[in-house]
């Protein structure tokens, strides 16, 4: 298991920008990835952003131009600025880690922080 810890959730109003951060308790080098999904009331969780472990960077169409992920190897965290927020954005944002090894994946989660935008 690889614990991850998401931060920075809250209240946004509609245009506004916030950060999300995800803390790893080992090197997130040794990860093959991580990413962000998201799971809005009544809906399946859908992948948001990832990095990969050669900073390799790929982004849902629905937030691409506002989102961008980043990763901090020296603090083992891996933040996602969100701009430009819309109501459309409110949601559980879940922060995850994979590894691949013998051509299977292994996923790690956190426990999910809430985003909501509105007035």
């Known amino acids: 298991q690889v614990p991850l810890v998401e931060s920075g959730g809250g209240l946004v109003q509609p245009g506004g920008s916030l950060r999300l951060s995800c803390a790893a308790s080992?090197?997130?080098?040794?990860?093959?990835?991580m990413g962000w999904y998201r799971q809005a009331p009544g809906k399946q969780r859908d992948l948001v952003a990832y990095i990969t472990r050669s900073c390799i960077t790929n982004y849902a169409e629905s937030v691409k131009g506002r989102f961008t992920i980043s990763k901090d190897n020296d603090n083992n965290t891996v933040h996602r600025q969100m701009n430009s927020r819309k109501h459309e954005d409110t949601a559980v944002y879940f922060c995850?880690?994979?590894?691949?090894?013998?051509?299977?994946?292994?996923?790690?989660w956190g426990q999910g922080t809430q985003v909501t935008v509105a007035s």
């Open positions: 995850n880690g994979w590894i691949i090894t013998d051509a299977r994946r292994f996923d790690y």
């Open positions: 080992e090197r997130i080098n040794s990860l093959t990835g």
